[in-house]
Each structure stands twice: as structure tokens, then as C-alpha cells.
């Protein structure tokens, strides 16, 4: 059910920083974990490298699956 998680607003979602996902040797990383390498992101611009971030940052607490992630995130294009 879409309703039964809590609600929370963008400022508290805590990319680049400690707590969230952020880019370190080339890599996306959240936690312990290496989501991808920033050659994957399928989007053109390092701007969009913190706009990966926030996105494993919004979805890890659901999703958790890097593979996953790694798959979305090199498969994603941008807008058409």
C-alpha cells in the first residue's frame, strides 16, 4: 500500500552527505555499497551525478537493491 509509507519533505533527504549517497573515486556510493560507476549514468553533465544521488538517497530505504538501481540508473535518459 502507497499510503503506508511515511511522508517526508526533499530538505530531509540527506544526499551528499554521510547519511545519503554521494560520489567518491568515480562511484555512486550509499552507505558500505557502490550503487554504480558514474560512466553508467545514462545522463550527460556532472550536475546530474548529485541528481543520481538524491534519487539513491529518496529510493535505498525501499528498494535497497544496487543491481537494480545500477540498471535504472544506466537505462534512464532523461526527458523525451
Known amino acids: 500500500d502507497l499510503h503506508s509509507f511515511p511522508t517526508r519533505r526533499s530538505s530531509d533527504?540527506?544526499?551528499?552527505?554521510?547519511?545519503?549517497a554521494w560520489?567518491?573515486?568515480?562511484q555512486v556510493k550509499?552507505?558500505?555499497?557502490?550503487?554504480?560507476?558514474?560512466?553508467?549514468?545514462?545522463?550527460?553533465?556532472?550536475?546530474?551525478?548529485?541528481n543520481v544521488c538524491a534519487a539513491v538517497t529518496a529510493t535505498w530505504p525501499i528498494v535497497?537493491?544496487?543491481a537494480l538501481l545500477r540498471?535504472?540508473?544506466h537505462s534512464f535518459t532523461g526527458l523525451q
Open 13 to 20: 533527504l540527506p544526499y551528499n552527505a554521510a547519511e545519503g
Open 30 to 50: 550509499i552507505g558500505d555499497t557502490v550503487i554504480c560507476h558514474t560512466d553508467e549514468i545514462g545522463l550527460i553533465g556532472r550536475h546530474n551525478w548529485d
Open 64 to 66: 535497497h537493491n544496487a
Open 71 to 73: 540498471a535504472v540508473i
Open 23 to 26: 560520489v567518491e573515486d568515480n
